[in-house]
């Protein structure tokens, strides 16, 4: 296979390709016998697992397509928004919290469904009640506290 020449038509709407590679290093697509290195635009995985799990989404995917944003540089690797399926990969991994947004910017022609997907993950993690009530573990501690200094008191009275 010979690399895609960044005048390829590829560029100009969203195109079917082929997985050729992808783990916590790379990410190569292919089509029509030519291959090209890409990132995901404008998301940061939170670690490695989460990449791992982006890649097995895209070899689990049976259609995969990838469509570049005009502000994005052509030079590879080739910042590309990833469809699997026909739902955009990078709303889909902010939803599951494993991508954070690199820039938000209204120009970017996927910004608001990658919005959409922060919200949802706000929506999610706030109604699993991952946050804590700070006053909630106050009025705990409070009385075990009140017990504590009586117990103290009553002993220093003694020495």
């Known amino acids: 296979m010979t690399m895609m020449p960044a ?9 079917t390709v082929d997985v050729e590679k992808c783990d916590e290093d ?10 090209f290195q890409a990132s995901f635009f404008n998301i940061r995985f939170v670690n490695e697992e989460a990449r791992r799990q982006a890649c097995e989404m895209l070899t689990k995917a049976r259609r995969v397509e990838v469509e570049i944003d005009p502000q994005s540089s ?10 699997t399926d026909g739902t955009l990969l990078q709303k889909t991994l902010l939803e599951k919290g494993l991508a954070l947004i690199n820039i938000r910017n209204p120009e970017y022609i996927h910004e608001a469904e990658m919005e ?3 919200a949802e993950t706000t929506a999610v993690v706030a109604d699993a009640q991952v946050f804590v009530d700070h006053r909630e573990v106050d009025l705990f501690y409070l009385p075990c506290l009140l017990l504590l200094i009586c117990v103290l008191r009553k002993g220093f009275k003694k020495i």
Do not use: A, C, I
């Open 116 to 118: 959409e997907g922060v």
């Open 26 to 35: 790379e990410l190569v697509f292919s089509k029509d016998e030519h291959s």
């Open 7 to 15: 005048d390829s038509e590829l560029y100009d709407q969203k195109e």
């Open 74 to 83: 052509r030079d590879q690797p080739v910042d590309v928004y990833v469809f």
